[in-house]
């Protein structure tokens, strides 16, 4: 009985270690694709709409 | 907990985003302007054998509207990128051990500035339109590297357990500018040092307000109670 509620409490808090790890990884891929796409990439469409917010961030430009 | 993820993420950034682009559009903005009129050459500060002299003066922001609803626009998704980059550190944080609250919500916008904007700046100055840099890739390379360090160093100085943190932090801090930024060896720039000095300050007093801002404001929409 004690072991069965062990395992339980084990594979709960593996489950709650698994949602943490794809909430991080979830969070910093949103994240780093929408960075790359205002600040970093140089599709002349993107740059140039982007351009005063890239100067004013300080994001290296062109 | 995605959902949480999403709605704080946003909130956050939405806010903190377009107040940072009012900032920007009433200090910043006026003075990319005035610098393009010097990259174009319609004002020219340097002529050949004449003293250094020329107009002071922004173009009004009113002109281009459209130009400056780009500006907020990506503004917002620029500082929604980095509220779901802050809340991954968010889930980082807590997961080891340390509490989330709203006021040291102020101390993770205030690193996040220091670390993607201050930081940089050390050693690679924000640059006014017309201003020749070196390529924009080796840069690019560096800026990233220079946030990331710093954000390594500053965690371990802000969340770290061990006193050997407070060793290694000074090495990540210092290491990218002891490397050093990509610079050509000549100068180029053709707009006036007092409007490149007034650029750099007021990017660098914007990025740190805004930034402070985003801090509270992912903090506390992180904190919130979940509504059932």
């Not at chain 1, 979830?26 to 002349?44: K, R």
């Amino acid at each position: 009985m004690e072991k069965n509620a062990k395992a339980i409490a084990a594979t709960q808090s593996q489950a709650s270690t698994n949602a943490d790890i794809m909430g991080v990884a979830g969070a910093a891929l949103i994240g780093l694709a929408l960075l790359f796409a205002a600040g970093f990439a140089q599709a002349s469409v993107l740059h140039d709409t982007a351009h005063d917010m890239r100067h004013a961030m300080s994001f290296p430009c062109h | 907990m995605l959902k949480k993820i999403v709605t704080s993420a946003v909130f956050a950034g939405v806010g903190a985003g377009v107040l940072a682009a009012l900032l920007q559009l009433a200090l910043v903005v006026p003075l990319i302007m005035e610098a393009e009129l010097f990259e174009s050459g319609a004002r020219v500060h340097f002529p050949e054998g004449g003293s250094p002299q020329s107009d002071r003066g922004a173009p009004s922001v009113w002109e281009e509207p459209l130009r400056h609803i780009y500006t907020v626009g990506f503004s917002a998704v620029t500082f929604t990128a980095y509220a779901f980059l802050m809340i991954a550190g968010f889930l980082l944080a807590e997961r080891f051990g340390h509490e989330v609250t709203t006021r040291r919500g102020l101390f993770w916008g205030l690193c996040g500035g220091l670390a993607v904007v201050i930081a940089p700046a050390i050693s690679m100055p924000p640059e006014l339109p017309g201003a020749i840099g070196a390529e924009v890739g080796p840069r690019q390379a560096w800026y990233l590297s220079c946030v990331v360090l710093t954000l390594i160093g500053l965690s371990q100085i802000g969340l770290g357990t061990r006193a050997r943190y407070m060793m290694t932090a000074p090495v990540f801090l210092l290491a990218p500018h002891l490397i050093g930024a990509p610079h050509l060896d000549t100068y180029f720039g053709v707009a006036p040092p007092e409007l490149a000095s007034e650029f750099v300050a007021r990017v660098m007093g914007v990025a740190l307000i805004s930034w402070t801002l985003l801090g509270l404001f992912a903090a506390y929409f992180w904190t919130r109670p979940e509504e059932t």
